[in-house]
């Protein structure tokens, strides 16, 4: 059988979350030596298939392998045994410990000598060319360090299998070349090595073999060095499937919404927006496109005065055709300076909605500041709350009801109603269907496709290409924070909007 | 496939529950503690059912026993209601027993300095409005701090009260001390004292116009609204234009403003005088007070009147059956454990090894 000849061999791996199929019936393969490159787009099963082989899920269904013989792995402690060591997304160390102290963390060999341990951190990070001293606290690290910290625990723990969950996400362009630099070392020293990515000039760069997954799908498995990015796009969007969105056409299309250059940059210094422009018109849906984390959320909070600007002007033009400058503004002065934006957040009931209250509380939040007076008037709020439950058919035993007890589709729908209820001029929605079953989807599409036709500037992050494409008049596509395009939705292909998500411009290399 | 093995007992969140059955819930938790009570009781050598007929005995059987139970109880729900806005909010203010001194402070230095030269209801005026400024500003240093650079106000207001307890020491041995030597702040004039009403300083009246004002303006008022959305998610908060620092430090000074006030009535209705021990742990012990009643005013009402009760009772089981007073604290203890664990069981629910998933969806 010729899968001995690999490190790991999984087997019609198949992984369900209730209804949902992460994990359809996968195969993957990894040699000794080799670099692995598993690619797709945000939830196609990545990493619940590598959490699979670190033990932190069991497979409903399949088998997993490691040098031709079937192995079970329950538990993290399973998975080191089996020498399988996995870096995740986000680190799991503690601050105030020193690197070695983290490195040694959970294991149970008798005593601990921190001095033997330093000097084993030391003779690993020779051998691969790692540079961190063992006795730094991890607090004073950066983010690149941190990782190293996480990578050496690993081999430490004498992995051979090593699984890197997006390693390059939060690293500058140098870091990233001496990662990749280490990971070529660990290659010729043997060890089996996946990373998970959608960048696809990395998996170009650094990758001997590329694994794409699609929709919890196993698409195919194909040589880098006979591949291009452009093939490796369409295996990982697919073809274009036929959703049957109404998509009217507005009469008189005004701009309505201007930024121009705009840049943010978060706490940590990371340039989060870089150089942002562009115009959302009446009557449009502005469709926003991207692998999730590329300055989506920040564009819109900064938009509504949620994100501080660094530089850059975010324009609103009020039905006198006047010009009102947004930067510097809470967003309780935006309101007040009469510009009808709604906005329908990510996170729903982390920031759109209060989920211990009823309807009619979730209505207040955007009511509760009318009327003079320190008291709180209920009464508006509660008709709103009975017309959104009439009009939208929302599931709730009452108005009363809290909204984090109702399921997601009714939890959108209140958010939604009451957005829209505002009667606004600008309306920005971030990945409005996020886990909604396809009628309540369908509802949401038609809504936005409603606000569109009365004149409203709609926008619409999405993560599904197909969708994006059938429901939004432009695509604005974002990469590493920059735009990297803006696209006539009507048409623009599939496999050209996928290339311009992952493959960094020319601009995005110079940051 | 291999045998998958469930755990003995799994817990599944509930859907919603009939309101009635989950006061149902936290009323028999309420027994379940009482009898639990019993046990402590037991090993101390004595009949439970005895003891807790004297600890009524002892509180409840004659007016002057009544109302010294309602004088314990008064400071209770007084610095109950003041902390409810900030748990409200899920801020943490573990500082009323400094919220509740330093008010104590403020109306003292009026009392021993205005008492001869300022007529008694403008004296008492004075001392309650310099209370409420105190115990304000003292809630509001952390409030700042938190809002500013998001200090943790739990050791932050934890520590704020034993500075103001420092103060009082200070005070008592130095520039406020009575006699040389006795480390005493001298009693009050009767110009400085709260009056009585039905035998208890009139303090009881105004924690009761408290009561109903509190409950008005967490459910009525804009601001009650406000504390909500933090409570919930400062996020969410952010999203709805509400400047979230700005409202934690107005609600704290609120709250500090509250505490500072049962401070002014402990020294001028109660004790006459200050010392160091002015607030005697109220500040810790409305915080069970506040949760065992869901911080619903009304409820603060009852709640702190059991504390009081079984207070004061114990005091009666001590002298009577020799059964230590702190066996109140003891009951009082068991009280919020079954408290919160009855949350636990409104919250979810147990499912047995063996029930079939269909059972389980029922």
Request: hydrophobic share 45%; charged share 20%.
């Amino acid at each position: 059988m010729d899968r001995e000849n690999y490190a790991i061999s999984m087997r019609g791996i198949t992984k369900r979350f209730g209804e949902v199929v992460a994990n359809d019936g996968i195969c993957l393969d990894v040699r000794w030596g080799e670099i692995l490159a598993l690619l797709g787009e945000n939830g196609s099963g990545k990493t619940t298939l590598m959490n699979m082989l670190s033990g932190i899920y069991q497979p409903d269904e399949g088998e997993i392998y490691e040098d031709g013989e079937r192995i079970y792995i329950q538990s993290p402690r399973d998975a080191y045994a089996n020498g399988i060591g996995m870096i995740h997304q986000h680190y799991k160390l503690v601050e105030v410990f020193t690197a070695a102290q983290n490195i040694i963390l959970g294991l149970d060999d008798g005593k601990m000598d921190l001095r033997q341990t330093n000097a084993r951190v030391k003779e690993i990070c020779d051998r691969y060319g790692f540079d961190i001293d063992p006795t730094m606290k991890v607090y004073d690290m950066s983010v690149s360090q941190k990782q190293t910290v996480e990578i050496v625990k690993v081999l430490y723990r004498g992995a051979k299998i090593l699984i890197l969950d997006e390693p390059t996400a939060v690293l500058t362009p140098q870091e990233t070349v001496k990662l990749f630099n280490v990971l070529r070392n660990m290659k010729a020293d043997g060890k089996a090595i996946i990373i998970i990515t959608h960048k696809l000039n990395e998996v170009m760069e650094v990758s001997d073999r590329v694994s794409v997954l699609r929709k919890g799908c196993y698409i195919g498995t194909v040589e880098t060095a006979e591949t291009s990015p452009q093939a490796l796009t369409d295996m990982m969007v697919g073809h274009a499937v036929t959703l049957n969105i109404d998509r009217p056409k507005y009469d008189n299309p005004q701009r309505k919404f201007i930024v121009e250059h705009l840049t943010c940059v978060d706490a940590e210094g990371i340039t989060r927006l870089d150089d942002v422009s562009f115009t959302a018109n009446t009557g449009e849906i502005l469709g926003i496109a991207g692998i999730s984390g590329s300055g989506q959320k920040e564009l819109l909070e900064a938009m509504t005065g949620l994100y501080p600007v660094k530089s850059g002007s975010i324009r609103f033009i009020d039905d006198a055709g006047e010009e009102v400058e947004l930067v510097g503004k809470t967003p309780m002065q935006i309101r007040k300076t009469g510009v009808g934006m709604a906005f329908v957040p990510e996170d729903r009931l982390g920031m759109g909605l209060v989920g211990s209250m009823g309807m009619t509380g979730n209505m207040m939040l955007r009511s509760w500041k009318k009327g003079r007076g320190a008291l709180l008037r209920k009464k508006d709020p509660e008709a709103l709350a009975n017309r959104i439950l009439d009009e939208l058919e929302v599931v709730t035993p009452s108005t009363d009801y809290p909204v984090r007890r109702l399921s997601g589709g009714n939890v959108q729908k209140v958010l939604v109603g009451r957005e829209i209820a505002i009667q606004p001029a600008v309306l920005l929605t971030a990945y409005a269907v996020r886990g909604l079953d396809i009628n309540t989807s369908y509802t949401i599409y038609r809504l936005l496709t409603e606000q569109k036709m009365k004149g409203v500037a709609v926008v619409y992050v999405g993560e599904d290409l197909d969708v994006l494409m059938e429901l939004c008049d432009r695509i604005l596509v974002l990469c590493g924070g920059a735009v990297s395009g803006i696209v006539d939705a009507r048409k623009a292909g599939k496999d050209e909007i996928g290339l311009m998500m992952t493959s960094t411009s020319a601009k995005g290399e110079a940051r | 496939m291999r045998e998958e093995r469930t755990p003995f007992i799994r817990l599944a969140k509930r859907g919603s529950m009939d309101p009635r059955k989950i006061w149902l819930i936290r009323v028999s938790s309420i027994v379940i503690a009482l009898i639990l009570g019993f046990i402590p009781i037991l090993l101390t050598g004595n009949n439970p059912i005895a003891a807790y007929g004297v600890i009524i005995d002892g509180s409840l059987s004659r007016p002057v026993y009544i109302r010294q139970t309602v004088k314990i109880a008064v400071p209770l729900l007084g610095c109950a209601l003041a902390i409810a806005p900030c748990f409200k909010m899920r801020f943490w203010n573990i500082g009323g027993e400094g919220q509740i001194t330093m008010g104590a402070v403020a109306a003292t230095f009026f009392a021993l300095n205005f008492a001869g030269t300022v007529p008694h209801v403008l004296l008492l005026i004075i001392m309650f409005l310099a209370a409420a400024i105190a115990g304000g500003i003292w809630a509001f240093i952390p409030a700042f701090f938190k809002a500013k650079w998001n200090t943790n106000e739990t050791l932050f207001t934890l520590m704020m009260n034993y500075i103001a307890i420092g103060i009082v020491a200070w005070l008592q041995g130095g520039p406020w001390e009575g006699r040389k030597g006795s480390q005493l702040i001298p009693m009050f004039d009767d110009a400085a004292r709260l009056p009585n009403v039905l035998g208890v300083h009139c303090g009881w009246i105004l924690v009761l116009v408290l009561v109903v004002l509190m409950y008005f303006y967490m459910n009525k008022t804009k601001q009650g609204y406000e504390i909500a959305v933090i409570g919930d998610s400062a996020n969410t908060a952010r999203y709805a234009g509400m400047n979230v620092g700005w409202i934690i430090m107005r609600t704290m000074f609120i709250s500090g403003a509250i505490c500072g006030i049962v401070g002014f009535m402990t020294v001028s209705g109660a004790n006459y005088t200050l010392y160091s021990g002015v607030a005697n742990g109220v500040g810790f012990t409305s915080i069970t007070v506040a949760w065992l009643s869901q911080l619903n005013s009304f409820a603060m009402i009852f709640i702190s009147m059991m504390l009081a009760v079984l207070e004061k009772g114990a005091n009666t089981l001590q002298t009577r059956m020799s059964v230590p007073a702190s066996i109140s604290d003891i009951i009082t203890g068991i009280l919020l454990f079954a408290m919160l664990s009855c949350e636990f069981f409104i919250n979810y629910r147990m499912i047995l090894r063996g029930k079939t998933k269909k059972e389980v969806e029922k």
